[in-house]
C-alpha cells in the first residue's frame, strides 16, 4: 500500500538570489491511509503553503509530490484540477458556499463537475449530509442555517466526492466553542470510518483531537509524534 500523501524533498522559494525567502526548505512528510493528522505552527511556519502544495493547489520549486500514488509534482494545472477534484475533499475557514442554494444543491455542485450523473449525485449528496446531521436541513440555504451547520455542509460537500483525503485548513476559525466540539467531533467520526484526515490549524484544542501532531518552524517540521493521549 501507497501513502496518500508523500512528500519528499519539498522546497518552496519565492524570489531570487540573496532576497529569496524559503517557504518550504526540504520537507519530508509521508501520511498513510486512515491517519488523523493535524500540522501545527505559528505565521509564517509554511503550513499553509505545505496545505497547498498537498492540496495540489500550489506547485514546488523543488522536490517531489506522491498523491494517493500518483505524481502530481510535474503536473499542468489542467491536470492537477482533475486529481484535486478526485483526491482531495477541502474544508476552508470560509464555508465558500453558494447563496441562494439549497445544502443539497451545494454539496452536489462539485460532483457535476466530474461529470456524475444526477441520480448519483443526488444520493451521495444526501447520504453525506446525513452523516454530518443534516438530514433536516436538505433544502435550506446558507442564510437560514448556523455558522456550524454551514461548516458541515461544507464538510458534506467534501465528503460526497469520495476522496482519498480530506484537507481542513483552520476549519473551527469562524466558529463557536460549541460548533467547534460539533465539528471535531463529527471529524473523529469520518476518521473512525476510515477516512484520512488533515487539519491545518494554531490552535492546541483542534490539534489534540488528531492522532499524529506535526510542528513547523521556518519551512521546517521541527516534529512529528503521536498523540499520547490517543495512542495509550
Same mark, same amino acid.
Given at each position: 500500500m501507497h501513502p496518500v500523501i508523500d512528500v519528499r524533498g519539498a522546497v518552496k522559494?519565492?524570489?531570487q538570489g540573496e532576497s529569496s525567502i524559503f517557504a518550504l526548505d526540504g520537507v519530508d512528510l509521508s501520511?498513510?491511509?486512515g491517519e488523523y493528522v493535524a500540522i501545527m505552527?505559528?505565521?509564517? +511556519?509554511?503550513? +499553509?503553503?505545505?496545505m497547498n502544495i498537498m492540496g495540489a493547489l500550489d506547485?514546488?520549486? &523543488?522536490?517531489?509530490?506522491?498523491?494517493?500514488?500518483?505524481?502530481?509534482?510535474?503536473?499542468?494545472e489542467n491536470a492537477l484540477s482533475v486529481v484535486r477534484g478526485r483526491k482531495i475533499g477541502f474544508i476552508f475557514q470560509s464555508f465558500n458556499l453558494?447563496?441562494?442554494?439549497?445544502?443539497?444543491? !451545494? %454539496?452536489e455542485l462539485p460532483m457535476a463537475y466530474q461529470g456524475i450523473k444526477s441520480a448519483e449525485r443526488k444520493m451521495?449528496?444526501?447520504?453525506?449530509?446525513? %452523516?454530518?446531521?443534516?438530514?433536516?436541513?436538505? !433544502?435550506?440555504e446558507p442564510t437560514e442555517l448556523s455558522g456550524g451547520q454551514q461548516q458541515r455542509v461544507a464538510v458534506?460537500?467534501?465528503?460526497?466526492?469520495?476522496?482519498?483525503?480530506?484537507?481542513?485548513?483552520?476549519?473551527?476559525g469562524?466558529?463557536? &466553542?460549541?460548533?467547534?466540539?460539533?465539528?471535531?467531533?463529527?471529524?473523529?467520526?469520518? !476518521?473512525?470510518?476510515?477516512?484520512?484526515? %488533515? %487539519?491545518?490549524?494554531?490552535?492546541?484544542?483542534?490539534?489534540?483531537?488528531?492522532?499524529?501532531?506535526?510542528?513547523?518552524r521556518d519551512g521546517k517540521i521541527i516534529s512529528d509524534s503521536l498523540n499520547a493521549e490517543l495512542v495509550k
Open positions: 522559494r519565492y524570489g501520511i498513510e491511509a505552527g505559528p505565521s509564517g +511556519s509554511g503550513k +499553509s503553503t505545505l506547485v514546488m520549486t &523543488s522536490g517531489k509530490y506522491f498523491l494517493d500514488g500518483i505524481e502530481i509534482s510535474s503536473m499542468d453558494i447563496p441562494r442554494t439549497t445544502a443539497l444543491a !451545494n %454539496v451521495r449528496a444526501l447520504k453525506a449530509l446525513e %452523516v454530518v446531521g443534516l438530514s433536516d436541513r436538505v !433544502n435550506h458534506a460537500r467534501a465528503l460526497a466526492t469520495r476522496p482519498a483525503l480530506l484537507l481542513a485548513d483552520e476549519p473551527t469562524a466558529l463557536d &466553542s460549541k460548533s467547534t466540539s460539533d465539528l471535531l467531533d463529527l471529524f473523529d467520526q469520518i !476518521n473512525a470510518a476510515g477516512r484520512t484526515v %488533515v %487539519v491545518i490549524t494554531h490552535e492546541m484544542e483542534v490539534a489534540q483531537r488528531a492522532k499524529r501532531i506535526i510542528r513547523m
